[in-house]
């Protein structure tokens, strides 16, 4: 006999699904990227699901279908990944070598350190640190190759 009773989950399509026709799902959709991409509203910590369907004209319900039929993933986990999404630019850009992990976890709309960290390891497989740490120095490598090759090219003369 099994030592755990698993079964499994069966697959239920919400009412609500089934009644967003395709053009209501996909003008939401586009609503909802111009609200991330364009507002950039992920970057604010309490920017909810309900606050989007508000300035939307629409109802959560719809919000969370679209966002799962669309995107494949539910609100949080869309707002996280764009979160991470920019903390992994932030991180590999020398404009913000100065600036600490809370810094950019806080930049990007995550509400404390631990969230940034949990959100970003489970997307990306390792820290914000140790992701900043790769990055910069495969930077200052290229950094390093590009002035090598500037230098060779002043000591050179027409002449020659």
């Known amino acids: 006999m099994p030592k755990y009773n698993i079964t499994d989950k069966k697959q239920k399509t919400p009412l609500y699904r089934t009644t ?3 053009s209501l799902a996909e ?3 586009q609503k909802i990227m111009v609200k991330f991409i364009v507002e950039k509203k992920y970057r ?3 920017y909810s699901a309900q606050e989007m369907a508000k ?9 969370s279908a679209v966002i799962n039929l669309k995107y494949q993933d539910n609100y949080s986990q869309m707002v996280n990944d764009f979160r991470v999404k920019e903390a992994m630019y932030m991180l ?3 404009h913000y070598v100065n600036m600490t992990m809370e810094d950019v976890g806080t930049k990007v709309g995550f509400a404390n350190r631990q969230c940034f960290y949990a959100a970003f390891f489970r997307r990306v497989g390792m820290s914000p640190f ?13 950094m390093m190759k ?3 090759k500037k230098d060779k090219s002043k ?3 027409k002449d020659d």
């Not at 300035?55 to 919000?63: A, Q």
């Not at 140790?130 to 290229?142: A, D, G």
Request: aromatic letters at 10%; hydrophobic letters at 20%.
């Open 20 to 22: 967003l026709s395709e």
């Open 27 to 29: 003008e939401l959709y």
């Open 44 to 46: 604010y910590p309490k």
């Open 55 to 63: 300035e939307l004209g629409t109802n959560t319900r719809y919000v």
């Open 92 to 94: 590999s850009d020398i």
């Open 130 to 142: 140790e992701y900043k740490k790769q990055n910069m120095l495969s930077l200052k490598n290229n």
């Open 146 to 148: 590009k002035k090598g």
């Open 155 to 157: 000591g050179k003369r």
